[in-house]
């Protein structure tokens, strides 16, 4: 079979759906069932069916995009990613791994490959916790790791519930019908950029993932006083955001000092009330991210956390309340699907690195449910989830040609 990626198209693809977005470029921000990521899906959902592919949308909003094989009887083998953008992204997260996918899907028909597991691009829903304060949506609820009713009650920022907010698109049907049937898929392999700086810093072109590090994230909400910031006198205070400073540096010691690089924590939420330059803050809002590739160690900070917090608010004299919102296991990729890809790199004479993958991915939850693994290609300096994130064309039909690669390898 004569494999080729038309690199022009997927990246001119790769723009086009860049500027559909709700921030000025060369930011982009598609916000979950927002005004962009709706118009994002029908542009989208068009460039499938133009490639001859039969697309299909659950009561999430995931979207499946099937090339029918000659067995269609036979587990799919599947691949994708998401294309919503957290505020201020980049265009490459995610969208790699759909376009990519879709672009491998083409250069094999292109190829004259006819497969006999029918080959399946998945668009997850809500990979970012952007809107409902927890990613991985479409593919929690795929693996059965979310319920139907506790996503009906997922509220976003504005207390509007999903249920609610599905209602204002076209996606529709009964939530109990997203989770997937056992053996769904015979694989399922993503393409990603890697987020991290350690492909382009060794200069191998493609990571072959073997594990993905173990997300959990918590809201922190404190109570303290509030009052006048002239009136009420230094001994007489029990002001929230001192509290949630201390806490905040709390946290990043217990990662510090876990013992391994790969425990890393975040507070990326800090609201405070009444956020006003005279006014004690009486009330803070926190959320933290905590993660590692050892689930033991990641819930040692976590307990670490939590014993911090009590400290505080007995000698501040605060409350301190914490949420969990999630707090998931790690994944390990499959070794059939670790080694498709391997040897798909080895057949087109391409050096890559096992590796971990930190970051979450819709992939962490079809591990659950299918062989799974990822091909991570390189970022410029480990950027993402800024505008200037970048992967350079190169790279990126690379990873295109080793996908393709590789789902013609599993649905043989
Ligand atoms: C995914 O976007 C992550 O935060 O790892
Ligand atoms: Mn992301
Ligand atoms: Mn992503």
């Not at 207390?159 to 399922?188: H, N, W």
């Not at 400290?311 to 498709?340: F, H, M, Y």
Request: glycine residues 8%; contains cysteine; hydrophobic residues 40%.
């Amino acid at each position: 079979m004569k494999l080729e990626v038309d690199a022009a198209k997927l990246l001119s693809e790769i723009e086009t759906l860049a500027a559909i977005s709700d921030a000025e470029a060369p930011a982009v921000t598609r916000i979950v069932f927002g005004s962009a990521d709706l118009k994002a899906r029908a542009w989208l959902k068009a460039r499938c069916e133009e490639a001859g592919l039969a697309v299909q949308q659950d009561p999430i909003g995931n979207t499946f995009v099937r090339w029918i094989g000659s067995d269609p009887t036979l587990p799919a083998v599947g691949t994708g990613s998401h294309i919503d953008a957290i505020p201020n992204a980049g265009k490459y997260d995610g969208v790699v791994g759909v376009l990519g996918g879709l672009e491998a899907i083409r250069a094999l028909q292109r190829g004259g490959f006819r497969p006999r597991h029918s080959i399946e691009l998945l668009v997850f829903t809500s990979e970012e916790p952007t809107r409902f304060g927890i990613g991985c949506i479409g593919s929690r609820m795929l693996s059965g790791t979310l319920s139907a009713d506790a996503a009906r009650h997922l509220k976003d920022g504005e207390g509007v519930s999903l249920d609610e907010v599905r209602e204002k698109t076209d996606v529709r049907g009964e939530l109990e019908a997203v989770k997937l049937p056992i053996a769904y898929y015979k694989a399922f392999v993503e393409l990603h950029i890697e987020q991290g700086p350690v492909l382009e810093r060794e200069q191998i072109p493609l990571g072959v993932v073997t594990g993905i590090a173990a997300p959990a994230s918590l809201n922190i909400s404190i109570e303290g006083a509030g009052g006048h910031a002239g009136g009420v006198l230094m001994p007489a205070r029990h002001d929230a955001l001192c509290a949630a400073a201390e806490l905040v540096l709390s946290i990043e010691n217990a990662a510090r000092s876990s013992g391994a690089v790969d425990t890393v924590a975040t507070v990326g939420i800090c609201e405070v009330f009444p956020g006003a330059v005279n006014s004690i803050p009486s009330r803070v809002r926190l959320s933290a991210d905590i993660r590692d590739t050892d689930l033991k160690r990641r819930d040692g900070v976590m307990q670490k956390m939590e014993s911090a917090g009590k400290g505080i608010a007995e000698k501040r004299q605060v409350s301190v309340r914490t949420e969990l919102v999630n707090a998931d296991a790690p994944a390990v990729c499959s070794p059939l699907v670790v080694e498709a890809l391997s040897e798909s790199c080895r057949k087109h004479n391409l050096n890559f690195l096992p590796m971990v993958s930190r970051a979450y991915h819709d992939s962490l939850f079809m591990s659950r449910i299918a062989p799974t693994a990822m091909l991570f290609i390189p970022c410029r300096n480990g950027y993402s989830h800024r505008p200037d994130e970048y992967a350079s064309p190169e790279d990126i039909a690379r990873g295109t040609l080793v996908l393709a690669e590789t789902l013609a390898a599993l649905s043989r």
